[in-house]
């Protein structure tokens, strides 16, 4: 029996022209896994997909399907890497596997490791240590503890 666990919080909608070769470029540059593929006949248009990156969640939609969830894109997102290392060997991955790094290698002032990348359909990619924390939560980043208002 398959344990399924639900997410609740914001998740990223990123368009694709072709989704489904775009799922299998994400599967090669970052080392997505598809949790959701609907229908999932290759030969039939997608209607719904979900991929799991890092220790995200983002759905992956048809750019080119009618309806208010298939916008043309580009979008932005952000996966969260547990370590530096971890990222690293991501861009690795990712450089092999012919991805645009439109960003490399970078340790940011308030704390994170982090990289980007550009994938076929325009998508920005953000990739690194970086954990936003809710107010009053604690910021792994930085390991200061975050208030309102910073």
Not at 133 to 148: E, M, P, Q
Request: proline share 8%.
């Amino acid at each position: 029996m398959t344990d399924t666990q639900t997410f609740a919080g914001a998740v990223p909608i990123v368009p694709f022209v072709q989704p489904r070769k775009g799922i299998a470029w994400l599967q090669e540059a970052f080392g997505a896994i598809p949790t959701a593929v609907h229908p999932p006949e290759p030969d039939l248009p997608l209607k719904h997909a979900e991929v799991r990156i890092g220790t995200g969640l983002v759905m992956i939609d048809d750019a080119d399907r009618e309806g208010v969830f298939a916008l043309p894109g580009p979008v932005v997102i952000y996966v969260v890497i547990d370590t530096a290392d971890e990222v690293d060997a991501l861009h690795d991955r990712a450089a092999a596997a012919g991805a645009e790094i439109v960003m490399g290698l970078t340790d940011q002032d308030y704390g994170s490791h982090e990289f980007a990348a550009r994938d076929p359909h325009g998508n920005i990619w953000g990739f690194g240590t970086c954990r936003p924390a809710l107010v009053g939560g604690l910021s792994r980043a930085s390991g200061r503890t975050r208030s309102a208002g910073t």
